[in-house]
């Protein structure tokens, strides 16, 4: 990661903005709207998926950044995830070719597989220069482990959920010796994800954490702001979800201050334990390596 926290150079040598804009439940008039947003506030890093329905409707914005020359297509990094109903090799071409359809591209910067299945397939999408990386989501330590043994272009990055009270501490470890990223997904929480994801409603709203507050007072920064900070001095990716104006360009205004070491070990040793996201393994009951 480069000094001042704004990008990290993957281990394929690419540049990814270390802040990029989460799309996740984001209706497609909202995501019009939160993709302009993000773009007129300086985010280049836009994290969307097939699964969410909103990649045409991200698509038509950039189209209108490109063309009227306010963007580059190089300058953007678009990332988007292989669905589960795509999983068999000979649908992972046809996937990313809707999916780069839908988002009016030639190429996407980053295209992940959504849940832990084979990574063959996503190779020769390499080769045929449709993504300039890949990556997986949601993948257990060992099964990165496992591919980077084999293969012929690792993963950039592995996008779990990861935050203060879900810190992937050794998945970060463990990773960073393979030359792989972290990306953050929830970093603020997920405070709006779906009832069927929710568990128990006595869950601790990660951005009411008293550290948190007080650090936020302190620095005159939202909750928000410092969550990702921390994550962002870990050396770890963010893509915070807002389709809020106001909260989509103060997300990315954190590169004017910093944490201090005793605050970072502060946070650091927070105890409490909280995956927001822990109910998504039911969604794989029978799958033999649920790293849930
Ligand atoms: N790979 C995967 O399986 C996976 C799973 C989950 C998420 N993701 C990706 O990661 C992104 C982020 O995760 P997420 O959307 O679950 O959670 P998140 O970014 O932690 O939280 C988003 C929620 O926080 C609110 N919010 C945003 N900025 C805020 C601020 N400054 N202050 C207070 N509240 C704020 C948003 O509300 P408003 O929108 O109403 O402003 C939204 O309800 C997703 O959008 C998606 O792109 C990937």
Known sequence: MNSSFTAVTLNNGRIMPSVGLGTFQSTKEEVRTAVRTALEAGYRHIDTAYNYKNEDAIGEVLQEFLKSGKVKREELFIV??????????????????????????????????????????????????????????????????????????????????????????DMFEALEKLGVTITAYAPIGSPGRPQILKGNDDQIVLLEDPVIQRLSQKYGKTPAQVLLRNLLQRGIIVIPKSVTPERIRSNIQVFDFSLTKPEMDEIDGIKFSQQYFYKMGAMFPTHPERPW
């Open 80 to 169: 988007t995830k292989l669905p589960m109903i795509h999983m068999e090799p000979k649908l992972v071409k046809h996937s990313i070719d809707i999916s780069l359809k839908n988002l009016q591209l030639d190429y996407l910067d980053l295209y992940l597989i959504h849940f832990p299945v084979p990574f063959e397939a996503m190779e020769e999408l390499m080769d045929l220069k449709l993504t300039r990386s890949i990556g997986v989501s949601n993948f257990s330590i060992s099964q990165v482990e496992r591919i980077c043994k084999v293969a012929k272009y690792k993963p950039v990055t592995n996008q779990v959920e990861c935050h203060i009270y879900w810190p992937q501490k």
